[in-house]
């Protein structure tokens, strides 16, 4: 006997719920990923992950967040500067010419250079800042992990999407093939004159509908197929469903919004975001302060000879700088009013998050808790019409079935094997849905942050 699982996983807490497998038929269709398989889609998966340009385009984002926690601690830095100019004068209307207060001659030839250091030491408004980028890069960070969940997510679900109209597509094919016979035996039956002409043109007519559900989930097929090679392109399409372990199983309600709350990587990032933007706060708020640096010059110049390096002339100095702005024309006001309002904003981005992110886990939850129970009646449907497809076959031609029993029996078999398949495909898309919320994913997957950081 094949054993299906319905791994209903419900991607909170820490706490591990076993999972529940039912016995059923080898007449049931094998739906799930054998281990092999299963091993290699993931490496395959993280591969695709990492040469998307979402993946690409998020990693960017935090190198260019990590630069700019380095151009805020600069700040914290001596600052050395050179400047050099030169003059040349070529004649002056002015030389040798005699004034009321002497001699007038032109400009003299003159060469400058001067060496510049400055060392911030007191301005607590760069600290704050330093932590306000130290902040958005981890926020960023965190974006990045919420965009590869939503990526990994977006992928699985296409390989249960394409798993799924690929079993549809060959149960399909079947019940096509299950009709055309059913009508050729019917037109055996009206030309010997057992049957009305009427139970063929039925017979016809069912025969129709089949071949057009047959087109319509080669259409689905082919479209989830053709997403799923632009999303892995160097991935064998999934034939089967993919599956989770049971380790992943949290079915506790306060439990799993407990952890979705936790470590879900977007609550996570608007944590951060607040933070950033209380220090952004205080950053404004102290820019009411003074900034106090230390500057040491050093000046050599000539005056007579023109862009020689002997320049015997020299000037040494140190200065203590003291800024502060006693009145900015209500500029200092706004910026502390904007940074306020920015930070509550994050806030309550975050009160938004939490409801929406507590509500779907609450509402995968009810849909998981009954999980087993809806593959188990899917499945035993599932077998009840194909026995009774099987019966009604053997005494076709035996006993005196009706037309409308024998295709109403092919009906409800490819109708109970169609709910089977997408039952089981929504179980299963709830699970990872699920794993998503509650900051699961990315260990399933094995893409941690390590790992994303090393690309």
Same mark, same amino acid.
């Given at each position: 006997?094949?054993?299906?699982?319905?791994?209903?996983?419900?991607?909170?807490?820490?706490?591990?719920?076993?999972?529940?497998?039912?016995?059923?038929?080898?007449?049931?269709?094998?739906?799930?990923?054998?281990?092999?398989?299963?091993?290699?889609?993931?490496?395959?998966?993280?591969?695709?992950?990492?040469?998307?340009?979402?993946?690409?385009?998020?990693?960017?984002?935090?190198?260019?967040?990590?630069?700019?926690?380095?151009?805020?601690?600069?700040?914290?830095?001596?600052?050395?500067?050179?400047?050099?100019?030169?003059?040349?004068?070529?004649?002056?209307?002015?030389?040798n010419e005699f004034s009321f207060f002497g001699q007038t001659s032109r400009i003299q030839d003159r060469t400058d250079a001067s060496l510049v250091i400055s060392?911030?030491?007191?301005?607590?408004?760069?600290?704050?800042?330093?932590?306000?980028?130290?902040?958005?890069?981890?926020?960023?960070?965190?974006?990045?992990?919420?965009?590869?969940?939503?990526?990994?997510?977006?992928?699985?679900?296409?390989?249960?999407?394409?798993?799924?109209?690929?079993?549809?597509?060959?149960?399909?094919?079947?019940?096509?093939?299950?009709?055309?016979?059913?009508?050729?035996?019917?037109? +055996?039956?009206?030309? &010997? !004159?057992?049957?009305?002409?009427?139970?063929?043109?039925? #017979?016809?007519?069912? $025969?129709? @509908?089949? =071949?057009?559900?047959?087109?319509?989930?080669?259409?689905?097929?082919?479209?989830?197929?053709?997403?799923?090679?632009?999303?892995?392109?160097?991935?064998?399409?999934?034939?089967?469903?993919?599956?989770?372990?049971?380790?992943?199983?949290?079915?506790?309600?306060?439990?799993?919004?407990?952890?979705?709350?936790?470590?879900?990587?977007?609550?996570?990032?608007?944590?951060?975001?607040?933070?950033?933007?209380?220090?952004?706060?205080?950053?404004?708020?102290?820019?009411?302060?003074?900034?106090?640096?230390?500057?040491?010059?050093?000046?050599?110049?000539?005056?007579?000879?023109?862009?020689?390096?002997?320049?015997?002339?020299?000037?040494?100095?140190?200065?203590?700088?003291?800024? +502060?702005?006693?009145? &900015? !024309?209500?500029?200092?006001?706004?910026?502390?009013?904007? #940074?306020?309002?920015? $930070?509550? @904003?994050? =806030?309550?981005?975050?009160?938004?998050?939490?409801?929406?992110?507590?509500?779907?886990?609450?509402?995968?939850?009810?849909?998981?808790?009954?999980?087993?129970?809806?593959?188990?009646?899917?499945?035993?449907?599932?077998?009840?019409?194909?026995?009774?497809?099987?019966?009604?076959?053997?005494?076709?031609?035996?006993?005196?079935?009706?037309?409308?029993?024998?295709?109403?029996?092919?009906?409800?078999?490819?109708?109970?094997?169609?709910?089977?398949?997408?039952?089981?495909?929504?179980?299963?898309?709830?699970?990872?849905?699920?794993?998503?919320?509650?900051?699961?994913?990315?260990?399933?997957?094995?893409?941690?942050?390590?790992?994303?950081?090393?690309?």
């Amino acid at each position: 006997m094949k054993k299906y699982c319905s791994m209903v996983l419900l991607l909170v807490v820490g706490t591990a719920a076993p999972v529940t497998c039912y016995a059923a038929t080898e007449d049931v269709p094998t739906l799930i990923m054998e281990q092999q398989t299963t091993e290699q889609f993931i490496v395959d998966l993280q591969q695709a992950i990492y040469n998307h340009p979402t993946f690409l385009a998020a990693n960017a984002a935090v190198a260019q967040s990590s630069e700019r926690v380095n151009i805020a601690k600069s700040g914290l830095k001596p600052q050395v500067g050179l400047t050099g100019s030169g003059t040349k004068s070529f004649a002056s209307s002015k030389e040798n010419e005699f004034s009321f207060f002497g001699q007038t001659s032109r400009i003299q030839d003159r060469t400058d250079a001067s060496l510049v250091i400055s060392q911030l030491l007191f301005d607590s408004s760069t600290g704050h800042e330093i932590k306000v980028q130290e902040n958005t890069e981890l926020a960023d960070q965190l974006a990045r992990d919420q965009a590869v969940v939503q990526l990994a997510l977006k992928m699985l679900t296409n390989c249960l999407d394409t798993a799924s109209f690929s079993l549809l597509k060959t149960m399909v094919a079947d019940s096509v093939a299950r009709h055309q016979e059913i009508t050729d035996q019917i037109k +055996v039956r009206v030309e &010997s !004159g057992r049957a009305p002409m009427r139970e063929y043109s039925r #017979a016809n007519a069912r $025969l129709a @509908e089949a =071949r057009a559900k047959q087109v319509n989930t080669d259409l689905n097929h082919r479209g989830a197929l053709a997403e799923f090679r632009q999303l892995m392109p160097n991935t064998q399409a999934c034939e089967k469903m993919l599956t989770v372990g049971a380790e992943n199983l949290v079915l506790d309600s306060q439990l799993a919004i407990e952890e979705a709350l936790a470590y879900n990587p977007a609550i996570q990032e608007s944590a951060l975001r607040i933070k950033a933007a209380e220090e952004n706060l205080a950053k404004q708020q102290s820019n009411l302060g003074p900034r106090i640096t230390l500057d040491v010059r050093g000046d050599k110049y000539n005056s007579e000879q023109f862009f020689l390096s002997d320049l015997p002339d020299y000037d040494l100095y140190a200065g203590i700088n003291f800024n +502060v702005d006693l009145y &900015s !024309g209500g500029r200092k006001k706004s910026q502390i009013n904007v #940074a306020f309002e920015q $930070l509550n @904003e994050s =806030r309550y981005r975050q009160a938004e998050l939490v409801k929406i992110i507590t509500a779907n886990t609450e509402s995968l939850l009810t849909e998981l808790n009954n999980a087993e129970t809806r593959v188990q009646i899917f499945q035993q449907a599932f077998l009840a019409n194909a026995d009774s497809r099987e019966n009604l076959r053997l005494q076709f031609v035996s006993a005196n079935v009706s037309l409308l029993e024998l295709l109403q029996a092919e009906r409800d078999f490819l109708e109970s094997s169609e709910n089977m398949v997408l039952n089981q495909r929504s179980v299963l898309l709830a699970e990872f849905t699920e794993l998503a919320l509650l900051g699961r994913l990315l260990n399933f997957i094995g893409q941690d942050n390590s790992a994303m950081i090393a690309r």
